[in-house]
Structure formats: structure tokens, C-alpha cells
């Protein structure tokens, strides 16, 4: 597609109606089928397919655009590490339930526990 909304959009030709092209576009996981006017939809050549499916060059980083990709590089490691050492923080310092508390329920009465007898059976 030459020119519209649609501009550089590439879908093949699915129909013609009413003088118009029917051109299945895709995008989003979606396609769509869009009437065009013939004169702004033209046939893509095989250099078309290569020249957009090429990867683009990467630009040269100026030293100034190396320096502050650096220092947000470091920013990000710095935040990175003061997260990761109030995490540890809060493990260390979650509170525990004391276990002075778990031993001090008598759950089978003084003269079983100390005797170390299990209390099925007793007095049967």
C-alpha cells in the first residue's frame, strides 16, 4: 500500500470486487481483509521482500551516548543490589515463632510426657 492510513503496510491480493483490491493485511496476531483503490496498492518486487526483511545496521555510539549507556548500566546494578540486600534484610530479620512456645504445651500431661508411656491404652 503507496499511500493512506495503510502506507507501507505488504498482504497479498486476496480478490477483486467492485474494482477495488481486496488485500489481506496482518498485524497484532490479527488480519484483516481491506478494499483499496488499485492506483495506491502496487506489486511488490523481490528486492521489496529482501530490503524489508533485512536486519538495519546498528549505529556507532558516540563516546558521550557509551558514557551515560555506562552509568545507567551501573545505576541499574546499584538499585539492583540494594533491592536484593533489604530482601535479605527482611528474611533475616522476619520474626520467628519462638520454639521456648511449642515446648511449653503439655499436650499429654506432665506424668506421660516425663514417663515417656503413650497415653492409648491407659487405664483400660
Known amino acids: 500500500v503507496t499511500s493512506g492510513p495503510n502506507q507501507g503496510e505488504r498482504g497479498p491480493v486476496r480478490l477483486v470486487r467492485d474494482g477495488f483490491l481486496v488485500v489481506r493485511l496482518y498485524a ?10 488499485p492506483k495506491i496498492v502496487k506489486k511488490l518486487e ?17 563516546p ?11 545505576r541499574k546494578a546499584e538499585r539492583y543490589a540494594e533491592r536484593q540486600a533489604r530482601m535479605e534484610d527482611r528474611m533475616r530479620n522476619t520474626p520467628k515463632e519462638p520454639t521456648s512456645a511449642l515446648e511449653s504445651v503439655d499436650l499429654f500431661g506432665d506424668d506421660v510426657a516425663s514417663s515417656g508411656q503413650a497415653a492409648v491404652g491407659e487405664g483400660a
Request: charged letters at 40%; hydrophobic letters at 35%.
Open 46 to 62: 523481490e528486492v521489496d521482500f529482501v530490503a524489508k526483511d533485512e536486519p538495519k545496521e546498528e549505529k556507532e555510539l558516540t
Open 64 to 74: 558521550g551516548q557509551l558514557a551515560a549507556a555506562e552509568r545507567r548500566a551501573q
Open 28 to 37: 497484532y496476531g490479527m488480519s484483516m481483509d481491506l478494499e483499496f483503490d
